[in-house]
C-alpha cells in the first residue's frame, strides 16, 4: 500500500495570512496552476482511490491532480480530513493587533500543544483523533492499492503526528508548503512516513505564508 497525502494549493487568504480553518475558501490562480504542474509530473502513478475533505480548496486540488495525472476516479468526501475548526478565530488574520484574538492565535499556531483552546472550535486532540481514526481505518485495509489523500496543513500534520519521532513538535520545522505530498508506504500491516513534504514543481515557488508568526 502507498498512500500519497497532499496539502491543498494556494488561496487568497493563504497570501494575507488568514487563518481559514473550516471556512470554505477556493483556490487562486496560483493555487490551480502548481495543482496542474503537480498532477502533470505524476503521470505514470495509477491511483486507485482517492479521498478528499470536503472544503472546496483540498477538492478542487484533489480533483486537478487526478486530472493531470490521467486518473479518472471518483473523489470521496470525508469529514475527518477537513481542516481544523478555529471557531471564533477563522477568517482573521494573525498579524493583525487590532484583532483582539491575534496574540493568542500566535501563540496557538507556533504551538498547538500550548494548551489554548479556539474559542467554539477544535482542540488540537479532537484534530488528531479525528484525522488519525481515517489514516488507521485506511492502513487496516493492508492491500496492495495506491491511494490519494487530499486535506489541510493542520489537519495534515495532525494525522501524521504519530509518526514523528518528537511528538510534542507539532510543526516539524514548517507548515507544510501548498501541494506538497507526505507519503506513506505499508508493508506486512506496518505504516512508515518514508518522504515529508516532497513536491512536484520548481523549489522556487514555495512559499511559507506562515513562518514567521
Given at each position: ?164 519521532e518528537n511528538k510534542n513538535d507539532f510543526w516539524q520545522g514548517s507548515v507544510p508548503p501548498n501541494v506538497a505530498f507526505n507519503i506513506i508506504e505499508v508493508h506486512d500491516g506496518k505504516a512508515e512516513l518514508v518522504k515529508k513534504d516532497v513536491v512536484y514543481y520548481d523549489q522556487k515557488d514555495i512559499k511559507q505564508y506562515y513562518k514567521k508568526i
Amino acid at each position: 500500500m502507498k498512500i500519497y497525502i497532499v496539502r491543498h494549493g494556494e488561496t487568497n487568504l493563504n497570501k494575507a495570512r488568514v487563518l481559514q480553518g473550516a471556512f470554505d475558501e477556493p483556490l487562486n490562480e496560483e493555487g490551480i496552476r502548481l495543482a496542474k504542474i503537480s498532477g502533470q509530473n505524476l503521470k505514470g502513478i495509477k491511483f486507485d482511490e482517492a479521498f478528499s475533505s470536503p472544503l472546496s480548496r483540498a477538492y478542487e486540488t484533489t480533483r486537478i491532480i487526478l486530472e493531470e495525472s490521467g486518473n479518472k476516479i471518483e473523489i470521496k468526501k470525508d469529514d475527518r480530513l477537513k481542516e481544523s475548526n478555529f471557531g471564533l478565530w477563522e477568517n482573521t488574520s494573525i498579524t493583525n493587533d487590532e484583532n483582539h484574538y491575534a496574540k493568542d492565535i500566535r501563540e496557538y499556531i507556533k504551538n498547538p500543544f500550548c494548551g489554548l483552546l479556539p474559542p467554539e472550535g477544535e482542540s488540537v486532540y479532537q484534530v488528531i483523533n479525528r484525522t488519525q481514526d481515517f489514516l488507521k481505518e485506511l492502513i487496516s485495509r493492508n492491500d496492495d492499492k495506491t491511494y490519494l489523500i487530499g486535506m489541510h496543513g493542520f489537519a495534515l500534520r495532525a494525522m501524521l503526528n504519530m509518526f514523528y519521532e518528537n511528538k510534542n513538535d507539532f510543526w516539524q520545522g514548517s507548515v507544510p508548503p501548498n501541494v506538497a505530498f507526505n507519503i506513506i508506504e505499508v508493508h506486512d500491516g506496518k505504516a512508515e512516513l518514508v518522504k515529508k513534504d516532497v513536491v512536484y514543481y520548481d523549489q522556487k515557488d514555495i512559499k511559507q505564508y506562515y513562518k514567521k508568526i
